[in-house]
């Protein structure tokens, strides 16, 4: 047998407020009453932690700043909600001057490349919506990556309107303002790795094309535990050498070898067609003549 599931009750406290003096004693003998009123105002849906509206929760969001010119990137965390009202109700892309966020921002002008909603999903360039949508996608969409050839899935994505129920907005640096941000502009972060194709090379270092890109290529140090340091280069890619140089001589003497093969078999292949043709003529130009001599006889 199974017992029945009463409804939680919540104990509230109520006073009686009356206003006319002919019932202030009446008011006065009543005392506080407590009565039972069944909580029907939270759901289970409301009390899952995935889905539940935390208002203090619902005002924090992060900034994901980055600057391209340096190569930095800093979070900051913002509690204040008059300090992301410029930024909301925005598209991507859009260009915004952080002002607004304090006297450090001054005259710094952001641009809004992305976000991600509570929830993990990201925003997507090109759905003009402020909320979550379902999307078919395939290889080349933003937001989807396909783990067979020619997959296509419905994902969910954010879209790309700005709203207070994102948790994280990606910020870049357009331009710069009058002071240094810590640990953002007065930082510099160098590229792990170098340009590893020949003409990028050139271009990188202003090279000719009589210099040798192999003495230019940027090399990084390698430490391992307990292991000598040993530097690495990458291998660089369309270099011109002369065993290349070579091979592509090669290659376009094959093929003239073999177009003047192709050539002279079929001028061989016109002859013997002439002489067979020829000979298949002579044959019936000589029936031809004995018909005619025996119908003289």
């Known amino acids: 047998m199974t017992s029945k599931r009463h409804k939680p009750y919540t104990h509230v406290t109520v006073l009686l407020h009356v206003t006319r003096?002919?019932?202030?004693?009446k008011a006065a003998e009543l005392k506080k009453s407590t009565i039972q009123i069944p909580s029907t105002t939270t759901s289970s849906v409301d009390k899952h932690p995935r889905y539940r509206l935390d208002r203090a929760a619902s005002v924090k969001m992060k900034l994901n700043i980055s600057f391209p010119a340096n190569g930095s990137q800093k979070i900051i965390e913002?509690?204040?909600?008059?300090?992301?009202?410029?930024f909301m109700e925005k598209r991507m892309g859009t260009e915004v001057a952080g002002d607004a966020l304090?006297?450090?921002?001054?005259?710094?002008?952001?641009?809004?490349?992305?976000?991600?909603?509570?929830?993990?999903?990201?925003?997507?360039?090109?759905?003009?919506?402020?909320?979550?949508?379902?999307?078919?996608?395939?290889?080349?969409?933003?937001?989807?990556?396909?783990r067979r050839t020619g997959e296509r899935k419905r994902k969910s994505v954010r879209g790309a309107i700005t709203g207070q129920d994102l948790a994280v907005l990606a910020l870049s640096i357009v331009k710069q303002g009058e002071g240094e941000l810590p640990g953002l502009t007065d930082t510099v972060v160098p590229k792990r790795l170098g340009p590893k194709r020949a003409t990028k090379?050139?271009?990188?270092?202003?090279?000719?094309?009589?210099?040798?890109?192999?003495?230019?290529?940027?090399?990084?140090?390698?430490?391992?535990?307990?292991?000598?340091?040993?530097?690495?280069?990458?291998?660089?890619?369309?270099?011109?050498?002369?065993?290349?140089?070579?091979?592509?001589?090669?290659?376009?003497?094959?093929?003239?070898?073999?177009?003047?093969?192709?050539?002279?078999?079929?001028?061989?292949?016109?002859?013997?067609?002439?002489?067979?043709?020829?000979?298949?003529?002579?044959?019936?130009?000589?029936?031809?003549?004995?018909?005619?001599?025996?119908?003289?006889?």
């Open 102 to 146: 304090g006297d450090e921002f001054k005259g710094y002008l952001f641009k809004i490349t992305g976000g991600n909603d509570k929830q993990g999903f990201p925003m997507k360039q090109g759905v003009l919506l402020p909320t979550r949508t379902r999307l078919l996608l395939a290889d080349g969409h933003s937001c989807y990556r396909p």
């Open 21 to 25: 003096p002919q019932s202030l004693a």
């Open 201 to 297: 090379i050139r271009r990188f270092f202003g090279l000719d094309k009589k210099d040798d890109v192999r003495k230019f290529v940027i090399r990084r140090t390698v430490t391992k535990e307990g292991k000598q340091d040993y530097t690495k280069a990458p291998k660089i890619q369309r270099l011109v050498t002369p065993q290349r140089l070579q091979r592509k001589r090669q290659r376009v003497a094959i093929k003239r070898r073999r177009a003047e093969a192709a050539r002279d078999a079929a001028n061989d292949y016109a002859k013997l067609l002439a002489g067979r043709v020829h000979e298949e003529k002579a044959k019936r130009d000589e029936l031809r003549k004995r018909r005619a001599s025996s119908m003289r006889k």
């Open 78 to 86: 913002i509690d204040d909600e008059r300090k992301l009202r410029p």
